[in-house]
């Protein structure tokens, strides 16, 4: 997967197509990414009471992201500010993940 926690992507399908946001998780085995303000879905939690403080719980509703497939969102070049491919290359500055039209390294490559 070459996608990871706190890249930038760009929804690419859905109602919140065109939409960018950061990587809050990365789930590779499921191909599913949880990008912060996309996919955003309700739960109601009912109000109870924990054993022995007597402190009540919040009840509502809780609204929070939930997991994209890694299909439907594409990484942006923190440079060139486009979407892009990942190209994973080793060189003299070292191994990692290229942007794939301006060539810039898209995090600290390493030895």
Known sequence: MDIKKGDTVEILTGADRGTRGVVL???PKEERLVVEGVNLQKKHSRQTTQT??????KSGAVEFPAPVHISNVMLVCPKCEKLTRV?????????GRFCKSCENPLDAPRK
């Open 25 to 27: 998780r990365a789930m």
């Open 52 to 57: 022995g403080s007597g402190r009540a719980i």
């Open 87 to 95: 190209v994973r290359r080793s060189g003299e500055e070292g191994r």
